[in-house]
């Protein structure tokens, strides 16, 4: 299977293959923060699946949030929180500034950190450590180069396609991403090979 459908199938696609391992780190109580949710698949997924944990979903691009609250209005669940405006390169998130409901144990992002420029992963690292107590999980999913090599011909064929759009945007380097978490405070956990050569990676808080 190649990278070219992204977006809405592949989301649809990918979140069985994620449910299985995110399993293992739902925390017991709390709530779970899911940054760049675009239109919000994964939230209507999980939010049903894990109920009751709490799902805050959060989107930077306001098209994208009123598609999940389209998405969302068809459903009748409680712990599906509305989406937030959140820019993970902000030096406060919402949430620091004005949070109800049960503490954010978790974090959870997919398919952000390489079409995004590399800002956006230290801001994801930086808020990560700001949000959650010690032991809170960041949850990654995503392609990455290991070593400093693509893992596949599909991988490197996607991150050309990402940098002709936006030269800022492409696959980030697992041992970069690590030293960005060890900066902010966080370190790896997990790193979990998926379908398709994508990997999921969990980090928790040192503090
Ligand atoms: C490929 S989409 C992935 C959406 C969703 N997670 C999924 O898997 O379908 C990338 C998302 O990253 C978001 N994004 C890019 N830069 C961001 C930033 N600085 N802060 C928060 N979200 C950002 C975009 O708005 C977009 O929704």
């Given amino acids: 299977m190649t990278r070219k459908a992204r977006g809405g199938a592949a989301a649809d696609r990918n979140r069985d293959d994620i449910h299985t391992v995110l399993a293992e780190f739902i925390p017991d109580g709390g709530s779970i923060l899911e940054i760049a949710s675009g239109d919000g698949q994964h939230a209507a997924h999980f939010a049903t699946t894990f109920a009751p944990t709490v799902w805050q979903p959060s989107e930077r691009d306001p098209a994208r949030r009123e598609a999940m609250r389209a998405r969302f209005a068809k459903l009748d669940l409680p712990n599906l929180r509305d989406p937030i405006a959140l820019d993970v390169t902000a030096d406060r998130w919402p949430v620091e500034i004005d949070w109800s409901g049960a503490p954010i144990r978790m974090i959870y992002n997919v398919n952000m950190i390489h079409i995004a420029p590399w800002s956006a992963c230290l801001g994801l690292m930086a808020g990560a450590a700001r949000v959650l107590p010690a032991e809170g999980v960041l949850f990654l999913y995503g392609p990455f180069n290991r070593d400093g090599r693509f893992t596949s011909v599909g991988n490197k064929a996607f ?49």
């Fill in 159 to 207: 991150d050309i396609s990402l940098r002709a759009r936006n030269s800022e945007w492409g696959l980030r380097d697992l041992s970069d991403v690590c030293e960005a978490s060890s900066t902010a405070g966080l370190a790896l956990d997990r790193v979990i090979e998926m379908p398709v050569n994508n990997l999921s990676v969990v980090f928790r808080v040192t503090k």
